[in-house]
């Protein structure tokens, strides 16, 4: 850099050493873009599996609790998808599960709609209200809508495991 006449004070700075500090910041702006997006999958990612263990610990609650498996009634087994999340939103708020518990970031539900129609990206596996039945045959307490992250949808075992689908055997405690 080269200063102009003292008497004056003023800094001046040249064309070449401007288009280098630009050429600069563009390839620091390169490397740091793509990485931001990486992080920011890995973010929802761990925020989607922490919702997942939360549904979880909800429904183990309320087995613990209650002595059996929330059982949804005959009739809403035919209703439209927001009773059916607003019977689960309802039946696990007293343990903790509040009703952005129930959707991934991941997902693309716009969350003006969610508000008006529930909905949630987990799905709840049933069971019938015998004391045992959720530990038996080892069967899923919970899977994720779609493949949000890539790997299949996750699935949530009794023991609190979580892996996704395509990958069954990397369980996630």
Request: with cysteine; net charge neutral.
């Amino acid at each position: 850099m080269r200063f102009a006449d003292s008497k004056k004070g003023q800094a001046g700075l040249s064309l070449v050493e401007l288009l280098v500090v630009m050429g600069i910041l563009a390839v620091l702006a390169a490397l740091i873009v793509p990485s931001y997006h990486h992080f920011k999958r890995q973010a929802e990612k761990a925020t989607c599996l922490s919702h997942m263990k939360s549904v979880h610990a909800g429904l183990g609650n309320h087995w613990q609790d209650k002595g059996y498996w929330p059982q949804m009634p005959a009739e809403m087994l035919e209703a439209d998808e927001s009773k059916f999340f607003e019977f689960w939103i309802k039946s696990l708020e007293p343990y903790g599960v509040s009703q952005a518990n129930w959707l991934c970031p991941t997902d693309k539900i716009d969350p003006e709609k969610w508000e008006e129609n529930k909905t949630g990206s987990y799905i709840p596996c049933a069971f019938d209200a015998r004391h045992a039945t959720p530990h038996r045959w080892n069967q899923p307490w919970l899977m994720e809508r779609g493949n949000n992250h890539g790997q299949g949808a996750h699935i949530a075992m009794p023991d609190g495991s979580i892996f996704p689908s395509m990958k069954p055997f990397e369980g996630i405690r």
